[in-house]
Nanobody
Framework: QVQPVESGGGLVQAGGSLRLSCGAS????????MGWFRQAPGKEREFVAA????????GYADPVKGRFTISRDNAKNTVYLQMNSLKPEDTAVYYC???????????????????WGQGTQVTVSS
């Protein structure tokens, strides 16, 4: 089975940028749509962005549209989340997840992702 492993989190000032990476331990991400989710203290885990297996289709939650960009490099078996113009409300643990899909589909629902990473903390100070 595939095991996502996140990296790249940290502390950044409001208006700054971070790039999260998600690599695979075990099987490759071939055949999987990939998603980024986040969970702030006291809140439910929520969808942030997703990308199809081919990389040709992407989707974003409204709060991050225009600021975050998801991409993938299948040759490197890595998925990225570029986060710009960060806000304090972006503070959360960010999770990478993999869900089996057709070449052009992605998912926004948590339950369609079967493999999850341990998460990486992103803290945005005001």
């Amino acid at each position: 089975q595939v095991q996502p492993v996140e990296s790249g989190g940290g502390l950044v000032q409001a208006g700054g940028s971070l790039r999260l990476s998600c690599g695979a331990s075990g099987r490759t991400f071939t055949g999987y749509a990939m998603g980024w989710f986040r969970q702030a203290p006291g809140k439910e885990r929520e969808f942030v962005a997703a990308i199809s297996w081919s990389g040709g289709t992407t989707g974003y939650a409204d709060p991050v549209k225009g600021r975050f960009t998801i991409s993938r490099d299948n040759a490197k078996n890595t998925v990225y989340l570029q986060m710009n113009s960060l806000k304090p409300e972006d503070t959360a643990v960010y999770y990478c997840a993999a869900g089996a899909s057709s070449v052009s589909n992605y998912y926004t629902q948590l339950w369609k992702y079967h493999y999850w990473g341990q998460g990486t903390q992103v803290t945005v100070s005001s």
